[in-house]
Every structure is written in structure tokens, then in C-alpha cells.
């Protein structure tokens, strides 16, 4: 990724068919999401990855970096070939999605029929393999909020209250709404997707989680995936959105 970065936008690089495989999904969930899902946010993402503290200068001209509209590809060489010369691209809100996707399918070419798997916020089952995953209630963790049955699915919980770039959304959350058209002012506490892999599940968290309810809850169902938006009200009231299937699920809310 780094020779691609750094290359990228003076001549098409060649990458190896996993690399290109991992762009071209990374693209088709950036188009399907309207942008919120990009794999282009390596300029803000690389400020929390280090643990830095950007202003609210950096955060806007980073922003102002994130488009994947400035990569093009060409399929028939596997070359990756930037537009604008400061996109830089990061594969790190996707890989471990994929990475339990293609482990998945090498243990069923193998003859393994059924397996569960756990990567922090995102779980896979396949096969006969159940797994319940519990939500607890961000504000009295011995409450369940919900528990979520996966067989040959996956889930993906982002908690703000856990991963160290999403606790900090109060920092680049409104910059990168309003550079995507997005209007949606609610503060996130706990968003989750449900979808046939790990990699989509991961890929649509993230879109819910900008777009907010109003629109991601209607691209999920449209799509037909299952998914959830918990969000705090001026009173500090959770407040819930669901797709249609999950209404029933959650309790204590």
C-alpha cells in the first residue's frame, strides 16, 4: 500500500491480484454507501493511528483528501492510478473483514463445514456454526441489550465508547458529514450491521455510522441487511433505529 500511495498519482502502479480484489470491493462499497465508506481516508485516519492530536485545521484539510472518486483502475493490468495527487488509500477499515472472509472460505475448501470467529468488533459464522454475540447497554454493561443468533452471517459493532477513532468522533464526525452531503447531526454510541460476511458487515457499519439513521437504516433495508443505530437525545436518553427485523430484539432501551 505504501509504494502505491507513494506512486500512485505519477504513473499506474501494478499491484498483486489480492491487493487489486481488495480495491475493487473497497470501491463497490464506497459507491453503494454514497461515499461515507471510503477508501481514501488514510489522510484523517493516520492521525489516530498514531495516537496524534490533529486541529481542527488538519481535520478539514484531510477531509478535503478523502475521495475515492480519484482512483481509477484498470482491470485487465491489476494498476491502481490516483488523480489527485495527495489520495492516499488505507485498506484498515476493511482487512480484517476480508481476512475472516477468506479464512472462511479456505477452511470450507478444506472440508471444514462449519466455524465461528471473533475479531474485536466484528464475528463470523458459517457453516452450521451458531454464535450469539451480546449487546450490552453502554451504561450498565451487566444489562443486555440485545443478543444477536449468527449462522452463516456475520456482525460488526462499532462502540464509541472502545475503539480509539471512533470515541474521538466529536473531532472529524461533523467535518467529514458535511464534506459527504450528509445532514444527519445525531451523536453515535453504538452502531451495528449484520450482513452474509464480515467484510460487508464492516464496510456498512461504518456508512451507518456517518449517514446516521435517516438514510443508512433505509440503505440497509434496501439491500436487505439488518442493522442498528443507538444514539443519545439533549436529555442523554438512548435513543434507538432499527431495520424492521430488529425491533423486537432490543431490550432495556
Known sequence: INAVNDNSA???VKVSPEVFKMLEKAM???ELTF???DPTIE???RYYKNNQNPSSAQISAAVRRINYEKISTVPEFQTIFFSQASTRLSFDFLKKGYSMDMLAKELQRNGVRSASFVA???ALAMGKEK???VLAHPDDPAKKLAIFNLKNNALCTINTAKDPFYSRHSEWLPTLRAQKGVTNNLIPVLVGVQAPNALTAEVLAQALFILGPEKGIPLLSSLKYDGYYISRDDAGNLQLK???SLKNKFKNI
Open 10 to 12: 505519477v504513473r499506474p
Open 28 to 30: 463497490t462499497g464506497a
Open 35 to 37: 461515499g461515507t465508506f
Open 43 to 45: 489522510p484523517l485516519w
Open 120 to 122: 474485536g468488533s466484528t
Open 131 to 133: 454464535l450469539n454475540i
Open 242 to 244: 432499527t431495520t424492521a
